[in-house]
């Protein structure tokens, strides 16, 4: 293996660990018990580092690019571009259905909040009909209408493998934070990649939101 592939490697493996470690409920229980003052802070600060860690792995892309692999020209240029605006579009539009003041960390700062768990109750927007992680989805959409050199298509391997991994981390977070309601979601929505046969219906939906039996 070429060292400077070998280097892009350990960079993005350096930082999904940080950001897994970061991200662990072991982790928020640790500094909420030893140090409650700092959880209106924590989320704050994951993202702050998230962004700040996210450096070294793209100054090596920047750095070694690589021979080009394949490029989209003619008309899959076209389509390729549609698809990664379309990922993007989908992205910001699916943002009013989140608490964006919570995913950042504002709230939590505001209230004063030293809790480890979702300030958010249980919710689902139009997208979580079709997939469970729409914000996966639309990363992977964008990622893969990209023109791939070799340091793309390494980026683009890891950061895949990285959300599918992910996604199972995440869907064992929101099963503590949501109990039984969750696990019948993870029954009837796949994970990352929309399947026609597999989606919410409104009734489904409807039922999910309004059931509070099995709450945790």
Request: hydrophobic share 50%; glycine share 4%.
């Amino acid at each position: 293996m070429h060292s400077t592939t070998l280097l892009l490697i350990l960079s993005w493996l350096f930082y999904f660990l940080i950001h897994s470690l970061l991200a662990s409920i072991s982790v928020k229980d640790f500094v909420a018990s030893k140090y409650p003052k700092a959880m209106p802070y924590y989320r704050l600060t994951f993202n702050i580092l998230a962004v700040l860690f996210l450096a070294l792995p793209l100054w090596a892309m920047q750095n070694w690019s690589g021979d080009w692999l394949w490029q989209w020209i003619g008309y899959w240029s076209w389509f390729a571009h549609t698809i990664a605006l379309l990922s993007i579009v989908g992205f910001i539009w699916s943002l009013k259905y989140y608490d964006m003041s919570e995913f950042f960390g504002f709230r939590q700062l505001s209230n004063q909040v030293t809790s480890v768990d979702d300030q958010e109750q249980f919710h689902l927007s139009p997208f979580h009909r079709w997939v469970r992680h729409p914000w996966y989805f639309f990363a992977l959409l964008f990622i893969w209408a990209r023109d791939m050199n070799e340091a793309m298509l390494v980026s683009a391997i890891m950061m895949t493998l990285y959300f599918v991994i992910g996604s199972r981390y995440e869907d064992r977070k929101l099963i503590r934070y949501h109990g039984e309601r969750y696990r019948r979601y993870i029954e009837l929505v796949p994970g990352l990649i929309p399947l026609p046969w597999r989606y919410l219906s409104q009734a489904q939906m409807d039922e999910l939101l309004s059931d509070d039996r099995n709450d945790r």
